[in-house]
């Protein structure tokens, strides 16, 4: 007896399905996060060892970096086992599996790592939440002080004090004709003596008081008035701005690019042409070395 021809069948490669996860996370979970992340930095900071050693592009890397990558991890990954995890201390997965994250956590468990080693207290802990490009969720722990900066996406930037008191902060209104404005720039790149890209910035305004400061501290005197501009015309990772970004424009600020750099700090775009577009910054790229930028605060048109 013969038997009917089958349909072809489509092969299980070929077919997909398609979901959406939907989850809360408390902020409080990473401000805790990031506490805990300090409070072991600060137990080796103070010890005679910090078991400094240089990466392969000969950066330092101490015991603190990687006992509060661990904390944070496990941490992110206790509150959020669905999101994946980029970390200045992690192996970076190629784009082709990243440039599929809808959400993905940005951390650099210790900036300033320079900082830590020369025992001048400049340095954080970086906590970010990444939303396609854009972060959207931001936690900055400043283990020295004991201050924890944080934002989420349309509900403010906040500081919480060692002893828990808890205030709205706001970047400070200004013009960029005004006299005297404050500018903040790194303490190993700012010296506009030493950089023809940053006197021309710096010659922009009238009388301005430079001061140096290390890791994303320049980021959050910005957001917390203590500061009008910070440009940074030289090399960082998307961890070292991710999680200040946000806390940064949910404060009345904004980080702008300004032009592509090579990881050695040579310009490849004219700083004026592109920070004139106004762009934001972009995470979770191919090449995860950031653009130069500024960060402004509440600007008056």
Known sequence: MGTAASAPVEKPQHITVEFDVSCSIPVEEIVNISEQAGKAIMQIYNSADHGVELKGDESPLTKADTESNRIICEGLQRVSPHVPIISEEN??????????????????????TKEFIKRNGEFTVMIGLVQGSAAVLGVVHVP???KTYYAVAGKGAYVRDAD???????????????????????????????????????????????????SSLKLLMVAEGDAHVYPRLAPTMEWDTAAADIIVKEAGGVVLQAGKITGKGELLEDWKDVLVKELPMDYNKEDLLNPCFVVFGKRRV
């Open 164 to 214: 828990g008191t808890t205030k709205q902060i706001h970047a400070k209104e200004f013009s960029m004709t005004d006299p005297g404005l404050v500018l903040v720039g790194s303490t190993s790149h700012a010296n506009p003596s030493n950089n023809t890209a940053m006197r021309e910035f710096v010659e922009l305004f009238e009388s301005p008081t430079f001061n140096s400061y290390g």
């Open 144 to 146: 020295v002080s004991g």
């Open 91 to 112: 192996k970076t997965l190629p784009y082709s599996i990243r440039k599929g994250y809808q959400y993905c956590w940005v951390v650099d468990p210790l900036d300033g």
